[in-house]
């Protein structure tokens, strides 16, 4: 089983709304990712979680709150966001441990269409 | 730091025919990974193929195959027998076996395939 579940599919919100995306993994994956993707580009990276503790972060706005409360769910809590931030939502994951080409491979979630009003 | 490069925006293929995508990438690096992924028109980012740097063998996948050249850090892309199911943006990703778990993205190739 490779698959990683994200909700909801689809989430339009206000500028003053607070809400969660929440990715799921059930392969024992230890590292888990949050990309941002636009139209027709390559993923952003976000956020990496290496062992339930945050390993990268890069310069996201803090209005973007990354939370990993297991193994298995990691969380993206949005607040007060602006319209540019409208997009593709990805979480991925990978086995997190070194040694080996396929364990270093992620895998995506469908992604949170996200619209930000 | 690393980077990856696809330089063609996109591409088109006639239905059975074969079609390749180029990736190049800068590393100063001796062993990596390289990566192509798939993301059809509103679906699913999925894995097409993976190669380790210290492989020489070029990896396939039923219809897709690379051509690695590691001198040249150069990663194509070849697909045998365009299906109308192979439409969707490719991108060649870099990751290094050290340090972060920092994936490097080309930025995509959009395949179209012509019945």
């Known amino acids: 089983d490779t698959e990683v579940t994200q909700t909801p599919k689809h989430l339009v919100m206000g500028m003053t709304n607070k809400k969660s995306l929440k990715c799921e993994q059930h392969?024992?994956?230890?590292?888990m990712y949050w990309y941002k993707q636009k139209a027709k580009k390559p993923p952003e990276l976000m956020f990496v979680?290496?062992?339930?503790?945050?390993?990268i972060n890069e310069s996201v706005p803090s209005r973007f709150s990354p939370e990993c409360p297991n193994s298995s769910l990691l969380n993206l809590h949005l607040h007060a966001l602006q319209p540019e931030d409208s997009a593709l939502y990805l979480c991925?994951?990978?086995?997190?441990?070194?040694?080996?080409?396929?364990?270093?491979?992620?895998?995506f979630g469908p992604g949170t269409r996200l619209l930000v009003l | 730091a690393q980077t990856v490069t696809q330089s063609q925006p996109e591409m088109s293929v006639q239905e059975a025919e074969t079609v390749t995508l180029s990736c190049t990438y800068d590393?100063?690096?001796?062993?990596?990974?390289l990566f192509w992924y798939k993301q059809p028109p509103s679906r699913q980012m999925i894995l097409v193929i993976r190669?380790?740097?210290?492989?020489?063998q070029n990896a396939t996948e039923n219809r897709f195959s690379v051509n690695f050249q590691k001198a040249a850090k150069s990663f194509s892309l070849k697909i045998s027998d365009s299906q109308l199911g192979d439409a969707a943006m490719y991108f060649c990703?870099?990751?290094?076996?050290?340090?972060?778990?920092?994936?490097?993205f080309g930025t995509g190739t959009r395949l179209k395939v012509l019945a």
């Open positions: 991925a994951s990978s086995q997190g441990a070194s040694g080996g080409g396929w364990k270093e491979t992620q895998y």
């Open positions: 990703a870099y990751r290094s076996t050290t340090g972060t778990y920092k994936y490097i």
């Open positions: 392969m024992g994956h230890r590292a």
């Open positions: 190669q380790e740097a210290y492989k020489q």
């Open positions: 590393t100063s690096e001796s062993d990596y990974y």
């Open positions: 979680y290496s062992y339930e503790k945050l390993s």
